[in-house]
């Protein structure tokens, strides 16, 4: 079955659902929108891991699926968190608690958010708007079970498979991403921007770049990307949305969407325009793209940020964009190692 058949198949059905042996994946329906995120269960031999929770809202959602799918809430050890924006992390505290044996894994710079979220959730508020109140509450994590996770670092999940962090900033600085080595698969947060192909949330096939404003970096998120790519992954399972594979066409198609956007907003500055003509470009460009109006709304708010935060770097500094991506690397040997 190809992904995007796969895909649509998802959006019909409930719950936790097996993509690949050993890989779960449930629509945590964040603010209620089908097929805009998920989060992951990956199976040991007698443990698991969860890779993103979703928002708060999504906790009693991740329950009854773990209860459907016969996972006992014991046996679940981690809690691995690419970053923490409440559509990924913000309901990790909260179903922390229904998880006696589970710890917090998170990039160190990470760490402080899930501490004390009050800025997180302020800035989460100004960003969503009339749908903060949809994502739910996002609660403090308890300082004894969070965990930093250092670039390399190996997390072991039941003695059967094992995850290769990589810290991979751009999206936010405290970004990191998991490279499962069995499947060669990468649980790629924003890292990779978002992958969207069946009939929710917008109708046809989407993609949008992972950069998000005040602080989302291009250079470093291409960067990020080039790393990723170095490693010749096999998979993308990814939170926007669902499982990619071959992932190298999905990831060169990531990096050439954020230098075509860097240099549309040059050309646009360079000719005296202004934020909003850089926007309005975008959002032409899209227009021209589109065979459906399905999600135009929830697209025009992502792509907006987008568009801001590549604009915020046009206009500070000059950068130049590396031409290619491919070059193949081994994963990074330090480490320490994690597991049950």
């Known amino acids: 079955m190809d992904a995007l058949r796969q895909m649509r198949n998802l959006e019909a059905r409930p719950g936790l659902q097996e993509l690949a042996p050993g890989f779960f994946f449930m629509d945590t329906l964040d603010r209620g929108v089908k097929g805009y995120v998920g989060g992951w269960v990956v199976q040991g031999r007698r443990s698991y891991v969860l890779v993103e929770t979703g928002a708060g809202a999504a906790v009693p959602r991740w329950l009854s699926a773990l209860a459907d799918a016969g996972i006992p809430l014991e046996r679940i050890e981690w809690i691995l968190l690419t970053h923490v924006h409440l559509d990924h992390a913000g309901g990790a505290a909260a179903l922390l608690q229904h998880l006696p044996n589970a710890r917090i894994g998170v990039h160190p710079d990470g760490i402080r958010h899930l501490l004390n979220p009050e800025r997180l959730m302020a800035g989460a508020k100004q960003a969503w708007g009339d749908d903060f109140e949809r994502l739910g509450p996002m609660l403090p994590a308890p300082a004894e079970r969070v965990v930093p996770l250092a670039d390399g670092e190996l997390i072991e999940v039941g003695n059967f498979r094992r995850l290769r962090v990589l810290h991979t900033p751009g999206h936010t600085p405290h970004h990191a991403v998991f490279f499962e080595e069995t499947t060669r698969g990468v649980f790629s947060g924003d890292a990779l921007g978002a992958i969207f192909g069946g009939a929710e949330p917008f109708g046809e096939f989407v993609t949008i ?4 404003p005040p602080i989302g970096d291009p ?17 993308i ?5 669902g499982l990619w594979e071959p992932a190298l066409p999905y990831i060169h198609l990531a990096a050439g969407q954020i230098s075509l956007l860097w240099e549309m907003c040059r050309e646009v500055k360079k000719s005296g325009g202004t ?3 850089a926007q309005e470009r975008m959002a032409t460009m899209i227009a021209r793209t589109r065979l459906s109006t399905c999600g135009q709304a929830e697209l025009e708010k992502n792509t907006t940020g987008v568009v801001l935060a590549v604009w915020n770097h046009v206009t500070s500094r000059e950068l130049i964009f590396p031409p290619s991506l491919g070059r193949t690397a081994e994963l990074p040997a330090n480490g320490r190692r994690r597991g049950g």
């Open 237 to 241: 399972y990814a939170a926007h949305f």
């Open 275 to 277: 934020l909003g003509d």
């Open 219 to 235: 250079q470093q998120y291409l960067a990020s990307i080039r790393r990723i790519a170095e490693l010749s992954p096999r998979r």
């Open 209 to 212: 770049p992972g950069i998000s």
